[in-house]
C-alpha cells in the first residue's frame, strides 16, 4: 500500500489527461468558437450537468458509511438546488439562454449527441455498479479545474462580450465551493482506499473520468 503522500502524488500525476487543453477549449479561450459552436457546448454540456446528481444519488445509495452520506448529500443540493430555479443545473440552463438557446430546446435534448450521450450514461453507470470509494475517486477531476474555472471565467467575458453577465453564474458560483469539495473529496479517498488494490482502482477511475471529458468534446470537437 502507498503512504498517503504517495497516493495523492499519483492521483495529481493524473492532471495531464484533464481536459483543461483540448483543442476545443482552447478555441474556446481564444475566443475562436462561433455562436453556433458555443450553443452545441452549452446544449451537451447541460446533459453531463444534469446527470451530476443521479451520479451523486448512486454513490450514496452504495456508500454504507452515514459520514459519507451526509457530506455527500450536499452535493445533490447543490446541481439540483432546494428549490425550482436554484442550484448548478439551473445555473447552467442560464449559460445556455445567454448563448442563444432557448430553455425548452435544452431540456428536451435535441441536440444532445450520441458520443455525448453515451460517455455521459457510462459515467452514471459507473457510479452505480462500483464500489462507493472508486466512483468518489472518479470526482477527483476537482482537483484539476479551479484553474481552468477562473481563466473560463476570465476569458468568456473577454472573448464573448455579447454573453450576458447572468449566463455567467455557473463559473462564478463554481469557484466559491470547487477548491473545498477537491479537498474534501481527496480526504475521503485517502481515507478509505486502504489497500494497494484499492489505490490501483482509485487511479484507474480518475482516470476513466477523464476519459468520460475527453470524449465529450472530442464528440463536440468533430460536430464543430
Known sequence: MLAAEEF???????????WHDHPFHLRLHAGELSREELQRWAANRWYYQ???????????????????????MERIVYHDGNRDGEGGAE????????VGLDRAEVLDERHVLPGVRFAVDAYVNFARTKPWVES????????????????????????????????????????????????????????HARTREQQEACLAALAF??????????????HS
Not at 499519483?10 to 484533464?18: H, Q, T, V
Not at 445555473?91 to 445567454?98: D, G, H, S, T
Not at 453564474?169 to 474534501?184: D, H, N
Not at 470524449?215 to 470537437?221: K, R
Request: aromatic residues 8%.
Open 8 to 18: 495523492i502524488a499519483e492521483l495529481r500525476a493524473l492532471a495531464p489527461r484533464y
Open 50 to 72: 444534469r446527470s451530476l446528481p443521479q451520479k451523486d444519488a448512486a454513490i450514496l445509495a452504495n456508500c454504507p458509511l452515514p459520514q459519507v452520506r451526509r457530506h455527500w
Open 91 to 98: 445555473n447552467w440552463l442560464r449559460m445556455a439562454e445567454a
Open 136 to 191: 468518489v475517486a472518479s470526482g477527483l477531476t476537482e482537483m484539476f479545474s479551479p484553474g481552468l474555472m477562473r481563466r473560463r471565467l476570465a476569458d468568456m467575458r473577454e472573448k464573448y462580450p455579447w454573453i450576458g453577465e447572468s449566463g455567467f453564474a455557473y463559473f462564478v458560483s463554481r469557484l466559491t465551493v470547487i477548491a473545498g469539495e477537491g479537498k474534501s473529496t481527496l480526504d475521503i479517498v485517502v481515507e
Open 209 to 222: 473520468k477523464c476519459d468520460v471529458l475527453q470524449a465529450i468534446l472530442d464528440t463536440v470537437d468533430y
